[in-house]
């Protein structure tokens, strides 16, 4: 059994950052890609950030410049730091695990974390 467990998020005015933090726990598997994804009300799930377990990173052009995400692969862990939010990164982040277990390979999420930029 793995778990996903994502930290971080909260309210938070425009220009300002915030860190978030997902990590994968469990016995006898591996992670390979870890991402962020994000979800607005009326909007569908896309893709934030993602690096696989080798460090290749990939961001959404509207998060170029401006997010940055990191792993820790001896903690199963990837952070995502947040800067210069905008009240349009308004949403639910859920972070994406693929891992690998027994020789197959499953995709597990979290549960999601508001971010809510506001004045």
């Known amino acids: 059994q793995v778990h996903v467990v994502e930290s971080g998020g909260g309210l938070v005015q425009p220009g300002g950052s915030l860190r978030l933090s997902c990590s994968a726990s469990?016995?006898?598997?591996?992670?390979?890609?870890m991402g962020w994804y994000r979800q607005a009300a009326g909007n569908q799930r896309e893709l934030v950030a993602g690096?696989?377990?080798?460090?290749?990173?990939n961001y959404a052009d509207s998060t170029k410049g401006r997010f940055t995400i990191n792993r820790d692969n001896a903690k199963n862990t990837v952070y995502l730091q947040m800067n210069s939010l905008q009240p349009e990164d308004t949403a639910v982040y859920y972070c994406?695990?693929?891992?690998?277990?027994?020789?197959?390979?499953?995709?597990?999420w979290g549960q999601g974390t508001q971010v809510t930029v506001s004045s």
């Open positions: 994406k695990a693929e891992i690998s277990l027994r020789a197959y390979v499953y995709n597990y």
């Open positions: 469990g016995t006898d598997f591996s992670v390979n890609f």
């Open positions: 690096i696989t377990s080798g460090g290749t990173r």
